[in-house]
């Protein structure tokens, strides 16, 4: 979870990389045969890009787009489906873990925590970290000049952390 321009698609696009075993360019949403650092295969659907800015003008629902994309995803081990998470974004917030809930998964933020010499977004965070999750795991992510080795580093970091949580 994060607003635009905290590194959010360049992380999914690392972990995306990571869990299938090769380096991809753009990340487009699919369905992904991904392979946990334990082996594992995991059936999953990957969206790239945050709810608010496709999907949500498209389905006008969390359950609409999630149908509309892949009828089967309550069958999937893993959903990755970004959200902004500005005030404005709550309401969507709240469909993602009703659906996810209603279909029987955990739900887990991970928000990605940006920081600079003004400061950090955490209170921008806190009312969608606030909200019934299940468990939430930050990313932080300092700034750089040049973060794209740091956004690789915290999408490997993110495929691991999910991987430990679906490897027994």
């Keep these: 979870m994060a607003n635009n321009d905290h590194g959010k698609s360049t992380i999914i696009r690392s972990l995306v990389s990571q869990a299938i075993g090769r380096k991809i360019g753009l990340h487009k949403k699919a369905r992904r045969n991904m392979v946990t650092t334990a082996g ?47 005030v404005d974004d709550i309401a969507d917030i709240l469909e993602m873990l009703n659906a996810a809930h209603s279909a029987g998964f955990d739900a887990i933020a991970a928000p990605v925590v940006y920081s600079d010499d003004e400061g950090n977004n955490r209170a921008e965070l806190a009312p969608a970290l606030a909200l019934p999750w299940n468990g939430r795991w930050t990313i932080p992510n300092t700034w750089q000049e040049d973060p794209t080795g740091q956004l690789w580093g915290l999408g490997n970091d993110l495929w691991s952390w999910i991987s430990r949580a679906l490897t027994p």
Excluded at 45 to 53: A, K, L, T
Excluded at 55 to 73: I, T
Aim: glycine share 10%.
């Design 40 to 86: 594992r295969h995991v059936d999953a659907f990957i969206f790239g890009r945050s709810y608010q800015e496709v999907e949500k003008g498209k389905w006008r629902s969390v359950v609409a787009a999630l149908d509309g994309n892949d009828p089967g995803w309550r069958e999937r081990e893993l959903i990755i489906f970004p959200s902004h998470v500005g």
